[in-house]
C-alpha cells in the first residue's frame, strides 16, 4: 500500500485559477485517490463554488475537503493560511507518517509530480520541488532572457556549494528551490518544527529551517518539479508574483539586474561546511540566519529581445 498523503493548499480569491489546479491533480498517474485540503480563507469571490465543482468533475479523483475561514485583519496573510491548510491535512491523514505536500492555488503540477514527491520523501526528508514558469502563459522575450539569467545563476551557486560543501543526502544534479508551491514532508517532522509560522512574508521557508532544526534533510531532486503562474500581482507579500513583477520592471528599464558575486557564495558555503562539522546539520539555519545579508554587488548580464 502507498504511503498516505495529503495535497494541502491556501487560496484567496482563485476563482479563476483554481480549477487549473483541480484538474492537474486529477490527472496524476498512478496514484488515487487525491486528498486535497483546501482552507479558503478572507475570499469576496467564488474561488470554494468553483473548487467544488472542479473536484465533483474529477468522478473521485480529487477528494475535497474544503474549509471557509475569515481570519482578523492583522492575522490574514500566506503563513495563517497556509498553516490552517496543513493543519487539514494533518487531521485527515491521522497519522505520523501521513506525508504533506504543499502547493499553491495558482500552481499547475506535471502528471508525475505526486508520484515524484511521494518516492523522494523519507522520513527525516523535507522535499523540496523545483519551480518553472507555466509555460501555457505568453510572457514577453526580454522577461523569460532574465528569468534564464537567473536560472544561469543559481545553477552556478549549486555548483559552488557543492564543490566546496557537498551534502550526501542533496547530491547533484539538484533544483534549488524549496517554496510553498512545491514542498513535503511527513507529518512527524511537521510536528516536531511546530507547523507553519504564523507569519505574514516566507512562512514556507521559515517551515524548512524549523524542520532542519529538528532534524530533517532538505532535498532538492530533479524529479520533483512544479508549474506556477507567471502573474505578477499575488496574494502573499513577498512572494513569487513579486519577483516577477521585479523582472518585468527590469525588462522594461535599462537599469542592471544586481545579484551577490560568486565569492560571496563561496565565502558562505565555507561558512556552512565549517559550522556544520563544528554544530551539527540541524544547527545551520539558525545560525545562518544571524549572518549579515550579501551585498548585491554584480552585474548579471541578459541579452534584451532584438
Known sequence: MSRPFCVCVPARNEAGRIATLIEALADQQDVCPIRLALLVNNSDDSTAAIARAAAKRTDGRVVLRLEERAFPEPEAHAGSA???????GVNWLGTDQGLLIATDADCRPPPDWIGANLAAARADHIVGGG???DEREPVAADFMAIRAALDAYWQAVRDIEDRVDPLPWDPPPRHGDHTGASLALDIALYRRAGGVPCIATGEDRALVANAIGAGGRLVHPSSVWSRTSARDLGRA??????????????????????VPD??????RAQWRRDWRAAHG???VPAAEEKLEPM????????????
Do not use: Y
Not at 82 to 88: C, D, I, K, Q, V
Not at 295 to 306: E, G, N, S, V, Y
Open 82 to 88: 497556509r498553516r490552517a491548510a496543513m493543519t487539514m
Open 131 to 133: 519551480i518553472r514558469l
Open 237 to 258: 507579500i513577498g512572494g513569487m508574483a513579486e519577483e516577477v513583477r521585479r523582472w518585468h520592471e527590469l525588462a522594461g528599464s535599462n537599469r542592471p539586474l544586481l
Open 262 to 267: 560568486f565569492r560571496h557564495w563561496r565565502k
Open 281 to 283: 546539520d540541524a544547527a
Open 295 to 306: 551585498p548585491h554587488d554584480m552585474a548579471l548580464t541578459w541579452r534584451r529581445a532584438a
